[in-house]
């Protein structure tokens, strides 16, 4: 059932969604952010651990999960309260967004490729890793800032100058055209690509040093997980990529069941790939126990 073009932009159906994701975004946030303070406090208070390229990894993508939930309360806060804020400034909260929400999966990305070298390349990798990885970092994200705001540019045009300015109550979103969503899948499609391949050398690599054999399910296991983690992340992105936004209840309800599997990945995220680290287990109880003694 489609809804006109003005109870689209404007009906109390779209309220209530942003009101459910504000509310979504919260939880996930407050778990998330939790999770991601102590991580990095136990990073960054033991000086070993900081030099490991994969965990100064780890602690980019926890920031970026915790951004992007953060932002996400705040931008569907703001269109549920009708809060009446200033376009730019919902594109500007918008934009912030899409872009730690990229910073997600790049994260991702790197990490898997920074395994793949370190086990496959254990002579050569740790000192070319070691000095280029800010600059990775840089690069990568430089990348995913100016591409962003090249599609604010083109999508954005249609606005005055002075109407950017003025009102809107619901927060509306641009990057809907065809344009913005062939660029997201691509820029979705392109660090999972790097994951698929990495995973893919690491199991080879791992099957002919015999470590994904059948005795060991560990090894099988934290592949399997990972994967799937990964595919929570990838499948509801692509479909509201490729749906776009349309009116009607069962596109609510559609939008609605997709974005709750995302949250729900984005909470198990630093579970999934923070706490299961062993060198963060061992000493993620002494570390509670300095917090009990202050």
Known sequence: MNLSSEHCNISDWLRLEATVKASVYMVA???????????????????????????????????????????????QGMRAL????????????????????????????????????????????????DSAKYRILAGSWTTVILKNVGLFLIEGTNPTPASVFQSAPLCPVI???TPARVIGVFSLVLPLSVILVSYYLIYREGKQAGHFNRSNIKARRTVLVHLLQISLHVIPTLMFIGLGKRCGSFFFALNLVLFGVFAFAQCFNPLVYG????????????WLRCQKKQ
């Open 175 to 177: 990057l809907n055209g």
């Open 82 to 129: 009708l809060a009446n804020s200033p376009l730019l400034l919902c594109w500007l909260v918008f934009g912030a967004q899409l872009s730690v929400g990229e910073g997600i999966l790049l994260t991702l990305a790197l990490m898997a490729l920074n395994t793949y070298l370190v086990i496959c390349y254990p002579l050569n990798s740790p000192s070319f890793v």
């Open 275 to 286: 706490l299961c680290n062993r060198d963060l287990q061992r000493r993620l109880y002494p």
């Open 29 to 75: 946030f407050s778990i998330a952010t939790s999770i991601t303070v102590v991580i990095i406090a136990i990073v960054s208070q033991n000086l070993q651990l900081r030099k490991e390229v994969r965990l100064v990894l780890l602690c980019h993508h926890l920031l970026c999960i915790s951004s992007y939930c953060g932002l996400g309360v705040v931008f």
